[in-house]
T-cell receptor
């Protein structure tokens, strides 16, 4: 049984560019949440997808958007990248309102 | 707004001693409180959780206590071992599966 997977592992982008990160949830999980973890900080909630719709959103600008596919996998898109967007982006999956399990993360560096 | 405060930010103990990490939350409607362990360069791993209808939960050397009146919860690790060294995060669930995390505690267990 595969756990939560994310791709790519690492990514380097230039300011102003756009990026797409991908997440496959743990088998049997239908809910995907995305978090941004800056160095030395706790994960910050970006948004959550359930039944292909954004159900919850944290305090992140509209440059951050997402999508969930019928197979429950999800994408996180960030437009007009800023230096401050450099962070570890974590995906977590769960079965509805139960415990979350995290993926290994995507390390994004914006130069 | 939603907020989770975590203390201390760093904790150094001798192998075999106990370690206690404390968190407070702001929303009395929160009903689920997980704890995660994150080793350097790895994903957060769920180590124990507690729901609001329970005051204490134990799993071998790890225990979590919850005081709903005071809105705080704590992680207790007994008989610490060097492999317990990591960053520990508490979290509180608001509104379905929206989680807010503490800022983390770096635990160092000295052999």
């Amino acid at each position: 049984d595969a756990g939560v997977t994310q791709s790519p592992t690492h990514l380097i982008k230039t300011r102003g560019q756009q990026v797409t990160l991908r997440c496959s949830p743990k088998s049997g999980h239908d809910t995907v949440s995305w978090y941004q973890q800056a160095l030395g900080q706790g994960p910050q909630f970006i948004f959550q997808y359930y039944e292909e719709e954004e159900r919850q959103r944290g305090n992140f600008p509209d440059r951050f958007s997402g999508h969930q596919f019928p197979n429950y996998s999800s994408e996180l898109n960030v437009n007009a990248l800023l230096l401050g967007d450099s962070a570890l982006y974590l995906c977590a999956s769960s079965l509805e309102v139960n415990e979350q399990y995290f993926g290994p993360g995507t390390r994004l560096t914006v130069t | 707004g939603e907020n989770v405060e975590q203390h201390p930010s760093t904790l150094s103990v001798q192998e075999g001693d106990s370690a206690v990490i404390k968190c407070t939350y702001s929303d009395s409607a929160s009903n689920y409180f997980p704890w995660y362990k994150q080793e350097l360069g790895k994903r957060p791993q769920l180590i124990i959780d507690i729901r609001s209808n329970v005051g204490e939960k134990k799993d071998q050397r790890i225990a979590v206590t919850l005081n709903k009146t005071a809105k705080h919860f704590s992680l207790h690790i007994t008989e610490t071992q060097p492999e317990d060294s990591a960053v520990y995060f508490c979290a509180a669930r608001y509104n379905f599966n929206k989680f807010y995390f503490g800022s983390g505690t770096k635990l160092n267990v000295k052999p």
